[in-house]
């Protein structure tokens, strides 16, 4: 999430106005200095890190012919499971937010497959790493389910 802050300096006039980008979830306001923080950037931020983790994992991969294919598919699935919970928390109606969530979710599940498989057929070096990302997919895919039973 992009939050644009602007802050006046001290001695300046108004046309002086400083923009600031904050992409992190945890972020002081200038005016009031109080941290601001909820459940839905947490997830948000979980997501944004299982993506990051995923790709960090994926780098260390030897670069086989099956690898390569795995590597998209599982960059693509987890990549998305941030950005439709991001879209969901846009959405302008409880049905598009029904909807991106279960898309989250759907992509949740495909980054569990393709992580499993990884791990599957690669060596043992891999395992561990592999095993906490399928971890992380599995549970991310149970947060959106269970939102979605409270959201009926």
Not at 109 to 123: H, M, P, Q, V
């Amino acid at each position: 999430m992009w939050l644009v802050l602007f802050r006046v300096q001290k001695g300046c006039n108004r046309s002086k106005v400083k923009k600031h980008k904050i992409s992190s979830t945890k972020y002081q306001l200038h005016s009031n200095e109080r941290n601001i923080k909820s459940k839905q950037y947490d997830l948000e931020e979980r997501t944004y890190q299982f993506a990051k983790r995923v790709a960090n994992f994926c780098k260390g991969l030897p670069k086989t012919i099956v690898n390569i294919e795995y590597i998209k598919q599982v960059i693509k699935a987890s990549n998305s499971v941030g950005s439709n919970y991001i879209e969901a928390n846009e959405s302008f109606s409880k049905k598009d937010f029904l909807l991106r969530i279960k898309t989250s979710r759907k992509e949740a599940k495909e980054s569990a497959y393709w992580a499993k498989l990884i791990i599957e057929t690669n060596d043992e070096n891999y395992k561990k790493e592999g095993m906490k990302l399928l971890n992380e997919a599995i549970e991310l895919k149970k947060i959106f389910s269970s939102m979605i039973e409270h959201s009926k």
